[in-house]
């Protein structure tokens, strides 16, 4: 994939301006995608400072990095001018304690840190029909059964082999390996599996609140009992400024308001379809908050359900 000169030179200065420099979806207050928050999550306990760069904000950038580390998708790290990797490699360095070394202290040379503290086991209940679904899908694969949450909680079971640091869980006559990083979220889960067709359902008591999705309909209900909340547009300015909905731009600025706000506020999100808004709303019931709505179909579903003299693009 070629790269103009011009791009290239900015990219590069761009990467040579900080110590650690994330290109990703949104910004380092507010992610704009669960691989971005991830990677900021990870940064933000082994780093004060870094620099993030907004890849939403500019197609250039957000298509000519890609040509410039041959590397398809985003978020993408860089420490001291290198290319370290992506969410996935970022996530399995950082639980190695490879990350650690490689970012070192500014200035410093970086040196080989040990591994994060280990982490109590969980406890791990799975179903008598859970763990026919697992024998059954394993079939005569080699592996045991891993769990791993996100900070986002989201789930995933996998067939796998053991890795450094990974916990054993005796689940009742079934091995769970849980990393050290999942294992910080996975104490107490319940693993069943509805034989009616819905697959596996994991049961967490350890996940907080989780993003209300609010319809055009309900957020007008609100807006005319005159409900107390904060509304917060997640798109661009240049999309802010084709139609609106009167919300506060969610900047770094209005993203730091929010965190300084008590955690009973209510918070609308919206976007143009709902997908960065559902990414916005995820963030700050990670950061406590107990009342967080996503508009369902953003802008748009607004402007075909409630009001058509809002623009639609």
């Known amino acids: 994939m070629s790269i103009d000169p011009g791009l290239r030179t900015r990219i590069q200065e761009i990467?040579?301006?900080?110590?650690?420099?994330?290109?990703?979806?949104?910004?380092?207050h507010f992610p704009q995608c669960g691989f971005s928050a991830t990677v900021t999550q990870i940064l933000n306990q082994l780093v004060k400072q870094y620099k993030t760069?907004?890849?939403?904000?500019?197609?250039?950038?957000?298509?000519?990095?890609?040509?410039?580390?041959?590397?398809?998708?985003?978020?993408?790290?860089?420490?001291?001018?290198?290319?370290?990797?992506?969410?996935?490699?970022?996530?399995?360095?950082?639980?190695?304690?490879e990350l650690q070394g490689i970012i070192g202290a500014p200035g410093e040379q970086a040196a080989p840190a040990p591994a994060p503290a280990a982490s109590p086991a969980p406890k791990i209940s799975v179903s008598a029909a859970a763990k026919q679904a697992i024998a059954a899908a394993q079939g005569n694969e080699q592996g045991t059964l891993r769990l791993e949450i996100s900070?986002?909680?989201?789930?995933?079971?996998?067939?796998?082999?053991?890795?450094?640091?990974?916990?054993?869980?005796?689940?009742?006559?079934?091995?769970?390996?849980?990393?050290?990083?999942?294992?910080?979220?996975?104490?107490?889960?319940?693993?069943?599996?509805?034989?009616?067709?819905?697959?596996?359902?994991?049961?967490?008591?350890?996940?907080?609140?989780?993003?209300?999705?609010?319809?055009?309909?309900?957020?007008?209900?609100?807006?005319?009992?005159?409900?107390?909340?904060?509304?917060?547009?997640?798109?661009?300015?240049?999309?802010?400024?084709?139609?609106?909905?009167?919300a506060r731009l969610l900047d770094e600025s209005a993203a730091q308001d929010i965190d300084a706000l008590d955690r009973d506020t209510a918070l609308v999100f919206h976007c143009h379809h709902g997908g960065r808004s559902?990414?916005?709303?995820?963030?700050?019931?990670?950061?406590?908050?107990?009342?967080?709505?996503n508009l369902a179909g953003g802008i748009d579903a607004w402007s075909?359900?409630?009001?058509?003299?809002?623009?639609?693009?």
């Open 151 to 246: 900070p986002a909680f989201e789930h995933a079971l996998s067939i796998d082999d053991p890795s450094e640091g990974d916990h054993r869980v005796d689940a009742g006559g079934i091995t769970v390996l849980v990393d050290a990083d999942s294992a910080q979220r996975a104490n107490g889960v319940q693993i069943d599996y509805d034989q009616s067709g819905a697959g596996f359902k994991i049961e967490n008591p350890n996940e907080g609140p989780k993003v209300r999705q609010l319809t055009p309909a309900g957020l007008k209900t609100m807006i005319d009992e005159k409900k107390q909340f904060q509304f917060f547009d997640v798109r661009t300015p240049a999309e802010q400024e084709r139609a609106s909905l009167g």
């Open 304 to 313: 075909q359900e409630i009001d058509s003299s809002i623009p639609r693009y």
């Open 15 to 28: 990467i040579d301006s900080d110590n650690v420099v994330l290109f990703m979806k949104g910004t380092r």
């Open 278 to 293: 559902q990414a916005a709303a995820e963030r700050f019931v990670q950061a406590g908050f107990r009342e967080v709505y």
């Open 53 to 97: 760069v907004n890849v939403l904000t500019d197609a250039s950038v957000r298509e000519g990095i890609k040509a410039y580390s041959e590397w398809p998708t985003i978020p993408q790290l860089y420490v001291k001018g290198k290319f370290v990797g992506g969410c996935d490699i970022v996530r399995e360095l950082f639980q190695s304690g």
